[in-house]
């Protein structure tokens, strides 16, 4: 059981590790709409940047499909690129989405996928205590811990009373 745990628990990690290093999506070679992040989760921003418009060029942007509507690509000096930005609606259902761009100048459209899922690729960091049921010598309870020690104590002079008689040769 404890190795099928620390199968699973490292498949969890390599996931989760590899997921925000990946590549963002492109639609076509050269010259198509970069969409990223790739997958969201509804409610989250999203990038979207062409070359294809070139480097004075803007862009018109739809993402209706998904929910969010038009936005606006404007002309970056980032390589030529023609940049925008929109929110996925909260209320987006899962599911694989496809963006489109058409250029202000020479009406070319470009197209990208974002994908829609219900959890985050970010690794998730854990914060707060581990409440294993276990406890600590300074519980949040001072009344619990107090009774804990005192149990103790009478068990460490009873077993010494014990052990004590035992070796007299009084019997137990």
Not at 24 to 41: H, N, T
Not at 103 to 108: M, T, V
Request: neutral net charge.
């Amino acid at each position: 059981m404890r190795r099928i745990a620390r199968l699973l628990t490292g498949t969890a990690l390599a996931v989760a590790a590899v997921g925000p290093l990946a590549a963002p999506a492109y639609a076509g070679d050269s010259g198509g709409l970069e969409v990223y992040p790739s997958s969201v989760v509804p409610g989250g921003s999203v990038s979207v940047n062409t070359t294809a418009c070139g480097a004075d060029d803007a862009a018109v942007g739809d993402a209706s499909a998904v929910g969010s509507g038009h936005f606006t690509l404007a002309p970056s000096t980032h390589e030529g690129n023609a940049i925008g930005q929109f929110r996925v609606p909260p209320s987006a259902q899962p599911g694989t989405y496809e963006i489109v761009a058409r250029c202000a100048g020479d009406g070319r459209e470009v197209r990208g996928d974002l994908v829609v899922t219900l959890t985050s690729a970010q690794p998730v960091h854990p914060r707060g205590s581990v409440k294993t049921g276990v406890g600590g010598a300074l519980g949040p309870d001072p009344v619990q811990t107090a009774a804990g020690v005192a149990a103790l104590a009478v068990a460490a002079a009873g077993g010494t009373w014990l052990l004590h008689r035992r070796a007299r040769g009084d019997g137990i």
